[in-house]
């Protein structure tokens, strides 16, 4: 288990509404984000205090780029969650990576789709039972 994600971002306003629609549909909410003395960032987080997932202002002040082979994988809870959190994602100015739907390629009943989110950053959302426990 790990305790937290963090990707860069050169506007948090922005990427902030990208990933409240896209975290929302599967459960994850903005939290607040007590101040460190480093820059300023935001905060999502499940039912469960951990992992969380941050988006930060680069602390070296020099811009905020995508990693290469770099991708954030967010478990929902439904195929629908998927659907809605991929459109939401779009609607708040992510770009797509790959329409909803079964990828049989990785299982029989893996449902997924991709997203870039206004950074740039790959983002997958996924729905499998076996991954609900």
């Not at 967010?74 to 909803?100: K, R």
């Not at 390629?105 to 997924?112: H, L, N, P, T």
Request: hydrophobic fraction near 40%.
């Amino acid at each position: 288990m790990f305790s937290h994600v963090t990707v860069g971002s050169n506007d948090l306003d922005r990427v902030g509404r990208f990933y409240d629609a896209v975290l929302l549909p599967i459960g994850l909410r903005q939290r607040a984000v007590e101040p460190d003395g480093g820059p300023k960032s935001l905060c999502w987080v499940g039912a469960a205090p951990y992992p969380r997932f941050y988006v930060y202002s680069p602390y070296d002040g020099q811009p905020a780029i995508p990693g290469n082979g770099a991708m954030l994988a967010f478990i929902a809870p439904s195929p629908e969650a998927v659907v809605a959190a991929h459109s939401a994602g779009l609607m708040a100015g992510g770009t797509d990576e790959g329409a909803p739907g079964l990828r049989p390629q990785y299982a029989e009943d893996y449902f997924g789709a991709y997203l870039r989110d206004p950074d740039g950053n790959k983002v997958h959302l996924v729905h499998r039972p076996a991954l609900l426990g």
